[in-house]
């Protein structure tokens, strides 16, 4: 191969990218992360460019875990949760704690820049903690993670508005969220007034009583061999410095499904379900009919104070 064929093929290669004032490099465009579903490298990277505005404001000032995959998912990935030492300084972040007291610089993805930028590093799935890193023990989300034993989505469906019943009874608004793997989030925006051990213990009392009047529906035990064909309410993301993943992340499955918001009325539809979403059908949701169904989660904030008085009734 002569250097001016090398030369052509290297640049075909490569891109540059110039976003909120910074020249990103793409590197590599074409090699196959996602096999099954023939999404490039280059596919992801503008997955991400074209849905940086919407998904912006749900990572905003929130310290990330990077789920990356710099060979495809193929290949087994990692979690990266502090930054690379050469990640460039425009990058924004921020040093917290961890549960055992130790310092830790995580990323925060503040703008389109670094989003791009990330996704050339192999990012496929950025995870956000529940709370913002001016307040870092106020989490702002509750989440209840559906986790079905089994594959189906009628009955995980089913479930989710479940909750968002016995939620509403309690007088809480609540979201709901495709997991773009197996069941779906149920996401209560908080006015950041309890901590975390406050907001887990709530959320604990709500799965118990999810299991109390449903025992053949829910459970709480985590371990898959005792589960039986019972959805699991998994509380335990409410912790701090536990993280869920980002709405709008693409999630490391064949299909390159997307953890896609979605309206309560949309749970009746049989169409519906935990991967129903990739970057080969969000955008055309997101058109002129849907738009993004949170975004005015953050008018929703409220406390858990007059909810859990209304949910220490049903326990007593």
């Known amino acids: 191969m002569t250097f001016v064929k090398r030369k052509a093929i290297k640049q075909k290669l490569r891109k540059k990218l110039k976003l909120d004032g910074h020249t990103i490099e793409i590197t590599s465009q074409e090699k196959l992360y996602f096999p099954e579903s023939g999404l490039t490298k280059g ?67 503040n703008n389109a820049a670094t989003l791009v930028y990330l996704a050339n590093q192999g990012m496929i799935t950025p995870h956000i903690w529940l709370s913002r890193i001016d307040k870092p023990t106020r989490p702002d989300r509750m989440i209840f993670d559906l986790d079905p034993s089994g594959e189906s989505a009628g009955w995980v469906r089913e479930a989710a508005v479940t909750v968002h019943d016995l939620l509403e009874s309690l007088g809480l608004s609540s979201f709901v969220m495709t997991s773009g793997s197996k069941g779906f989030h149920v996401v209560v925006p908080l006015d950041r007034r309890q901590d975390f051990d406050s907001v887990r213990e709530f959320a604990q009392n709500v799965a118990v009583v999810l299991v109390q009047r449903e025992p053949d529906r829910f459970t709480v035990e985590h371990r898959k061999d005792k589960r039986g064909d019972r959805i699991l309410v998994d509380t335990l993301r409410n912790t701090y410095a536990h993280t869920a993943v980002a709405p709008y992340a693409l999630r490391a499955r064949p299909s390159a499904p997307i953890a896609t918001p979605i309206r309560w009325n949309e749970m009746y539809r049989p169409e519906i379900h935990p991967q129903r979403y990739t970057p080969q059908n969000i955008f055309r949701r997101l058109g002129v009919a849907y738009h993004d169904p949170w975004h005015d989660i953050e008018e929703y904030r409220q406390s858990l104070s007059a909810a859990r008085n209304r949910l220490k009734a049903l326990t007593t």
């Open 43 to 109: 596919a992801i990277v503008d997955y991400y460019r074209r849905i940086a505005p919407v998904m912006l404001p749900y990572l905003h000032d929130r310290p990330i875990t990077m789920h990356r995959f710099p060979n495809g998912i193929a290949e087994e990935g990692f979690y990266q949760q502090h930054i690379s030492d050469y990640f460039p300084d425009w990058i924004e972040r921020a040093t917290v704690t961890k549960e055992n007291g130790e310092p830790i610089t995580h990323v925060l993805i």
